[in-house]
């Protein structure tokens, strides 16, 4: 269960880094948003690797909420 937690904020950092990279490089806003595709597939990704842990799904569903009213569709 542990490990599942370590994915999960892996997972979170990544994403939070690849976010502040572009916002660091000088990208305007649009360009710093994540593709929706990507909040998809970070959300499956996060789901697999839940088991049975209820929290874990709810801090799945809160960082699909983040990126999805974030990201953009013209991806």
């Keep these: 269960m542990q490990n599942r937690k370590v994915r ?5 950092l990544v994403f939070v880094a690849v976010l502040a990279t572009g916002a660091l490089l000088g990208h ?11 909040c998809e597939s ?9 088991g049975s842990d209820p929290n874990c799904y709810y801090n799945c569903d809160l960082q699909w909420d983040w990126c999805f009213n974030r990201c953009s569709f013209s991806c």
Excluded at 8 to 12: M, P, R, T, Y
Excluded at 28 to 38: F, G, I, L, N, R
């Design 28 to 38: 305007d806003s649009a360009a710093a948003m994540p593709c929706c595709s990507t």
């Design 8 to 12: 999960l904020i892996a997972l979170a």
């Design 42 to 50: 970070g959300y499956n990704y996060c789901i697999s690797q839940c």
